[in-house]
């Protein structure tokens, strides 16, 4: 956001300048990914991730929310969730699997996507003898 006035000048020095008019720029999606991605398992079937937003400097707008991507590696699987936090919990998931996890800040738009943070789900008890 902006704030200016505006005055004539000649050669003998300026004129009065104007009331002050603000200005905003349009927002534009932000140019860096999320930051500090963190993953941590909470059982065999969850586990949550935790992120800060880009960088002040980045973020050209204010962030409405942030799209995760979640990537089943075991089963080639990947879904898509949105949220309003910088924060979620996924449950309902394999035990012992690996997932690949990317995040982006929506403006306007989404960002770019994080680097990965690989997380894996705990292991579970047999669910039969040997």
């Given amino acids: 956001e902006y704030s200016f006035a505006l005055a004539s000048r000649t050669i003998h020095g300026f004129g009065p300048f104007s009331d002050y008019t603000d200005f905003r720029t349009n927002q534009q999606s932000p140019s860096s990914a999320p930051r500090e991605i963190?993953?941590?398992a909470i059982s065999s079937t969850s586990f949550t991730l935790t992120w800060l937003p880009p960088l002040e400097d980045?973020?050209?707008g204010i962030i409405t929310g942030y799209t995760?991507?979640?990537?089943e590696v075991d089963t080639n699987t990947t879904n898509i969730y949105n949220t309003t936090y910088a924060n979620i919990t996924l449950s309902s998931l394999h035990p012992f699997y690996s997932y690949q996890c990317y995040v982006?800040?929506?403006t306007v738009?989404?960002?770019p996507f994080s680097d990965p943070v690989i997380i894996k789900t705990l292991q579970t008890a047999p669910?039969?003898?040997p």
């Fill in 58 to 60: 980045d973020v050209n």
């Fill in 68 to 71: 995760v991507l979640i990537y």
């Fill in 127 to 129: 669910s039969s003898s």
């Fill in 104 to 106: 982006a800040a929506i």
């Fill in 109 to 111: 738009a989404a960002g």
């Fill in 38 to 40: 963190s993953a941590q």
